[in-house]
């Protein structure tokens, strides 16, 4: 079991920064592949990022890319989601997911992620 927390979502203007932080609790190992993705009303939960269990591998969505950064401190079982020059458009939910089953292969498929945190809303006002 992988219990995940979310924090550092917020409502911002066009063009400015969020730090999403995602806690993991419940599982020794921290071998395992670290997700975001976001959802909006209306709309499937689509991917945003995702780290491997040691940080040297990483993959972004088209959109993101440039203004997201992600990374992981597995001494503190965190995951961060670096958010820069925010969008209208990058408003929404936002999860953090892990994928247990993998350390070094990264998965952009919402099914493969077998743990979700509660999410926390991100606004950017345009």
């Known amino acids: 079991q992988v219990q995940l927390v979310e924090s550092g979502g917020g409502l911002v203007q066009a063009g400015d920064s969020l730090r999403l932080s995602c806690a993991a609790s419940?599982?020794?190992?921290?071998?395992?592949?670290l997700g975001w993705f976001r959802q909006t009303p209306g709309k499937e939960r689509e991917f945003v990022t995702a780290?491997?269990?040691?940080?040297?591998?990483?993959d972004y969505q088209d959109s993101v890319k440039g203004r997201f950064t992600v990374s992981r401190d597995n001494a503190k079982n965190t995951v961060y989601l670096q958010m820069n020059s925010l969008k209208p458009e990058d408003t929404g939910v936002y999860y953090c997911?892990?994928?247990?089953?993998?350390?070094?292969?990264?998965?952009?498929?919402?099914?493969?992620?077998?743990?979700w945190g509660q999410g926390t809303q991100v606004t950017v006002s345009s």
């Open positions: 780290i491997t269990w040691n940080g040297g591998r990483t």
């Open positions: 419940g599982r020794t190992a921290t071998r395992y592949v």
């Open positions: 997911a892990a994928d247990i089953n993998r350390s070094v292969f990264l998965t952009r498929y919402r099914e493969e992620y077998d743990y």
